[in-house]
C-alpha cells in the first residue's frame, strides 16, 4: 500500500509542521481535501497527464517545491546509503531516538568536514 493512501493517519495533532512537501504522488483531491480540513497547507508537486501539460506557473512551483525537497531529502539518501538504512536495530523508544540522535551527529561531522574541505579558510 502506498503512503499517499493512508496520508491522513500519517499526520496529526502531534506533527510539528504545518506544511506537507510531496512528490505528484501525493496529488489528488481528497488528498488537497484532508490537507484543508486538517490545516496542513499543501506543498504537492502539480502533476502532468497524457496530453495535458503543465502550465508555466505548475512548473515554476514544482521547481520551488523541489529545491526546498532536494535539502531534505538527500539527508535520507545520505542514512540510507552510507549509514545503514533507516531501520534501527534498537528496542524501545528511548533507544530509537538516541540511536537516531547519533546518526544526526555522525552526518552533522560528515557535512562540516565536506564544507571545511570545500574551504577550508573559511571555517574555524
Known amino acids: 500500500m502506498h503512503d499517499s493512501q493512508v496520508l491522513g493517519a500519517l499526520l496529526d495533532e502531534q506533527n510539528q509542521g504545518e506544511e506537507v512537501w510531496a512528490d505528484s504522488a ?26 495535458h501539460r503543465l502550465i508555466a506557473k505548475h512548473k515554476e512551483d514544482n521547481r520551488e517545491h523541489s529545491q526546498v525537497r532536494g535539502k531534505v ?22 533507544s530509537v531516538k538516541a540511536t537516531i540522535g547519533v546518526k544526526n551527529l555522525v552526518y552533522n561531522f560528515k557535512r562540516y568536514e565536506f564544507w571545511e574541505n570545500q574551504n577550508p579558510k573559511a571555517v574555524g
Do not use: P, T
Not at 535520507?76 to 528496542?91: D, P, Y
Open 26 to 51: 501525493y496529488g489528488s483531491e481528497s488528498i488537497e481535501w484532508i490537507l484543508q480540513i486538517l490545516q496542513f497547507l499543501s506543498h504537492i508537486h502539480e502533476r502532468a497527464y497524457g496530453n
Open 73 to 94: 531529502e538527500h539527508v535520507f539518501g545520505h542514512w540510507v546509503n552510507e549509514m545503514g538504512g533507516k531501520l534501527m536495530g534498537s528496542i524501545g523508544k528511548q
